[in-house]
């Protein structure tokens, strides 16, 4: 497995496995208004958007870093970066492919001269919490927040080493 930039041309396909991911794991609702910006994120080019790629050219797995100022509410300042939108296809799900991406981002966020990672996600994502968690990510609940008056999101930071 191969993890690289997202093409454009791969933007639609991408929206595809974060939706696909999401309702498999319970996690958007068939009216839900988060789908739109799901199949979207990424394709305005204010993140930078990996993909898992398989050596057969199949793509099984995406992640997003948002850099300040483009990243939502929960960056405070130009040393911090938001990972969004981490989904890996069912078919995929426990091979290493949220591993992997999670991995991949926090390199490109030090490269970036990031010092302090964050994301958010919701509550009952257990699976990736747990990715999160294996990655030296501790938990932010000063920076949890409600996008919605039925969803609080909780957040996650991880401090990065000052590259050289």
């Not at 949890?144 to 050289?164: F, Q």
Request: net charge negative.
């Amino acid at each position: 497995m191969q993890i690289r930039d997202a093409l454009p041309a791969e933007l639609a396909e991408i929206g595809e496995i974060r939706v696909e991911a999401y309702r498999a794991g319970g996690f958007l609702a068939l009216e839900s208004h988060y789908e739109p910006t799901l199949r979207v994120l990424g394709a305005d080019g204010t993140g930078q958007v990996l993909v898992a790629e398989e050596p057969d050219g199949r793509l099984v797995g995406t992640v997003m870093l948002q850099l300040w100022p483009q990243a939502d509410e929960i960056v405070r300042g130009p040393d911090e970066a938001e990972i969004r939108a981490l989904a890996v296809r069912p078919d995929a799900a426990g091979s290493g492919v949220g591993k992997a991406l999670v991995a991949a981002v926090i390199d490109r966020a030090a490269r970036s001269g990031v010092r302090h990672l964050v994301l958010c996600s919701q509550p009952d994502m257990a699976a990736a919490h747990r990715v999160y968690e294996d990655a030296g990510f501790t938990r932010l609940p000063e920076r949890d927040w409600s996008p919605t008056a039925e969803l609080t999101l909780i957040a996650y930071g991880l401090p990065l080493a000052k590259s050289s």
